[in-house]
């Protein structure tokens, strides 16, 4: 079992830069992708972005790309995503997850992955 534990959301306004951390624990793998998700109210999950823990391959949403950024601590099993002009619809819940692998294909996927997150609510007010 791995365990993610986010953190770092809150109300923040449009145009402001935010960080998300999320820590894992347990029985983590270093060959894993760990994700970001979100999931606005009556929305589909959507893919933000993900890193391979070992590889270090990146990839993003489309709606996200040119904003956010996906990163990893060695130190520790943090992976931080650090958003910037944030935009009103990029409130969601931001979820983190886990899923074991090398290969990109499917990672924006949510189905694929086995673990996730409790979630940290961003609120981005005009």
């Known amino acids: 079992q791995v365990q993610l534990v986010e953190s770092g959301g809150r109300f923040v306004q449009a145009g402001d830069s935010l960080r998300l951390s999320c820590a894992a624990s347990?029985?983590?793998?270093?060959?894993?992708?760990m994700s970001w998700f979100r999931q606005a109210p009556g929305k589909e999950r959507e893919f933000v972005g993900s890193?391979?823990?070992?590889?270090?391959?990146?990839y993003y949403g489309n709606s996200v790309k040119d904003r956010f950024r996906i990163s990893r601590d060695g130190a520790e099993v943090i992976v931080y995503l650090q958003m910037s002009s944030l935009k009103v619809e990029d409130t969601a819940v931001y979820y983190c997850?886990?899923?074991?692998?090398?290969?990109?294909?499917?990672?924006?996927?949510?189905?694929?992955?086995?673990?996730w997150g409790q979630g940290t609510q961003v609120t981005v007010s005009s």
């Open positions: 997850a886990s899923k074991s692998g090398s290969s990109g294909k499917g990672v924006e996927d949510y189905s694929r992955y086995d673990f």
């Open positions: 347990g029985r983590f793998f270093s060959n894993s992708f």
């Open positions: 890193i391979h823990w070992n590889l270090g391959d990146i």
